[in-house]
């Protein structure tokens, strides 16, 4: 009897070691299981990490990659000007008559040309493989479908009150906030410190802005060219011919007289007068214009700031400011 009993307990514990094998190695096959089924989740989760992101400009949503390199510019010349202020170097950009200007020189150093202006080269881009396309507000529908097939593409506004937005979009693609910012509020503060200044000093006095193209002088409203520097910023007296202008007007030299500005700052680009090499130096010749106030005394700046600028940009107004505080603030 006690054999028995001593040979069923042996028989029990057997089975009952057998049975704890098995149920570890089941424990092992479910944790290996669950590993193998939890990795691919875990990379699709870093992949959509690092994949893309979307972006908010100018009550619009985009979706461009995590890490945006390789920058494509296209008609923009504003986002030109704004790479220049960020130091972003893109791998394509706008050439006038084939080569870069002076004015971008120090960001083209890893760029090649696509194309003219508002006259994209699309197999060029292509070759290039951008990750972000920067085109302008005025190209056609057409011309933005075509580059929206080749790379994510963001059409930069042309207007000059969008100039902020402009420069955070750059700089939220780039990775380039805190310099952005840093930017901006430098600039806001020398704004601030100018005005001041100015509005004391040039009480009663009219400051204008135009432009010599194709021989002729042109006024624009004051939303646009270097006039919201002028008018919304500095808060100067706004003229009634800036005042009247719808878009780029042309002048007389009757008219600009009847305005009879204190200070006049003129923009003259051979380029826009090949026509007419002669334009600026026959303008100032002109005796009604000798007659100007501006030009009796003396306050006539000719290009403070480089005549390829588009004059809304963050670049156009830093220097333009640069130029009333060299030329205005004595």
């Known amino acids: 009897m006690k054999k028995k009993f001593l040979l069923a307990s042996f028989i029990a514990l057997f089975i009952l070691i057998l049975a704890a094998c098995g149920g570890e190695k089941e424990t092992e096959q479910n944790v290996s299981s669950n590993n193998i089924e939890e990795t691919p989740q875990s990379k ?28 494509v510019v296209t008609g923009a010349m504003e986002a030109m000007e704004d790479m220049v202020v960020l130091d972003v170097h893109p791998v394509g950009a706008i050439s006038i008559g084939g080569k870069f200007p002076e004015l971008y020189a120090s960001v083209m150093d890893q760029a090649e040309s696509i194309g003219e202006k508002i006259k994209p080269n699309f197999e060029k881009i292509v070759e290039l493989s951008p990750d972000v396309i920067l085109g302008s507000t005025k190209f056609p529908e057409e011309v933005q479908g075509k580059l929206e097939k080749i790379a994510p593409t963001i059409l930069v506004s042309h207007i000059a009150t969008d100039w902020e937005a402009n420069l955070n979009l750059l700089a939220e693609l780039t990775g380039k906030e805190a310099e952005a910012e840093k930017i901006l509020s430098k600039y806001k503060a020398d704004i601030e410190a100018a005005r001041s200044t100015l509005n004391e000093k040039l009480k009663g006095q009219k400051v204008a802005a135009i432009r010599i193209r194709g021989g002729q002088p042109y006024v624009y409203p004051k939303e646009v060219f270097l006039n919201p520097v002028l008018y919304g910023e500095l808060g100067l007296e706004v003229p009634n011919e800036v005042s009247k202008a719808k878009s780029q007007e042309a002048i007389s030299v009757e008219q600009l007289a009847d305005m009879n500005p204190d200070y006049l700052f003129i923009q003259f680009s051979a380029d826009e007068n090949s026509d007419s090499p002669n334009a600026l130096e026959d303008f100032k010749k002109n005796p009604i214009v000798q007659n100007i106030n501006a030009f009796k005394n003396n306050q006539v700046f000719v290009n403070v700031v480089d005549p390829l600028m588009e004059g809304g940009p963050a670049y156009s107004r830093i220097k333009f400011l640069e130029g009333i505080q060299q030329h205005l603030i004595k």
């Open 44 to 71: 699709e989760e870093i992949t959509d990490e690092n994949g893309t992101r979307t972006i908010e400009y100018l009550g619009e949503s985009y979706t461009v990659p995590q890490n945006v390199e390789r920058i």
